[in-house]
């Protein structure tokens, strides 16, 4: 089955305590993206790749990081997280960049206290 | 630069009702236009998609015309069910840059109740 997977799906952590959250996708796309999800704000792209090797910040990355060093894998890393990181935080990838056409992970909520 | 906005939520049905929500778009030359989905606990999932103007989108009972005329892409649907109770996002993709990623609306909360 065709799938963007994320893990943890939710996760308590405190401030400072670095955390990673991991995204996997089987499709060979080439793009992905992180997305954060918050109430009255809508989706705000954290960051995205193109390809391997290949990432870019988008509108909020202030806090984060991520790497793409296989196709597959685009982990999503705060090193030292803080209380206004606590949100939901969406992966998703298409087959190429602009297509516009998302597949969706199921999402991460993530709280810091 | 390109950008989307839908008329606010929530929206509160009864089931077999007629359901539009409004979607209007400023945009740079004619992109394709994009309706998501996203039921409670998950993802979003692309619904339907547009991709020049006068284009008629449709999926699962929803349809939504690009009219350049009036910059919009509304989402309709003649006969909600319960199960159709989930946020609906209007989107397009940013023209020049960051990948082309998407640009979303704020999302229109739909609920439907029997």
């Known amino acids: 089955e065709a799938q963007v997977t994320q893990n943890p799906r939710y996760l308590i952590t405190v401030t400072g305590k670095k955390l990673t959250v991991t995204c996997s996708q089987n499709m060979n796309h080439e793009y992905m993206s992180w997305y954060r999800q918050d109430p009255g704000l809508g989706l705000r792209q954290i960051y995205y790749?193109?390809?391997?090797?290949?990432?870019d910040k988008g509108d909020v990355p202030e806090g984060y990081k991520v790497s793409r060093k296989e196709k597959r894998n685009f982990p999503l890393i705060l090193e030292s997280p803080s209380p206004n990181q606590t949100s939901l935080y969406f992966c998703?990838?298409?087959?190429?960049?602009?297509?516009?056409?998302?597949?969706f992970g199921e999402g991460s909520r993530l709280t810091v206290l | 630069g390109n950008s989307v906005t839908q008329m606010e939520g929530p929206v509160t049905l009864s089931e077999e009702a007629f359901l539009t929500i409004n979607c209007t778009y400023t945009?740079?030359?004619?992109?394709?236009l994009f309706w998501y989905v996203q039921y409670p606990g998950e993802g979003l999932q692309l619904l339907l998609k547009?991709?020049?103007?006068?284009d008629k989108g449709s999926n699962k009972g929803f349809e939504a015309t690009y009219r350049k005329e009036t910059t919009s892409f509304h989402l309709e649907k003649g006969s909600v069910q319960v199960s159709d109770s989930a946020v609906y996002f209007c989107a397009l993709p940013l023209q020049g840059g960051q990948g082309g990623k998407l640009i979303f609306g704020q999302g229109t909360e739909l609920s439907v109740k029997p």
């Open positions: 945009a740079t030359g004619y992109p394709s």
């Open positions: 998703a990838s298409s087959f190429l960049a602009g297509t516009g056409e998302l597949f």
């Open positions: 790749s193109m390809n391997v090797e290949v990432t």
């Open positions: 547009a991709t020049k103007a006068d």
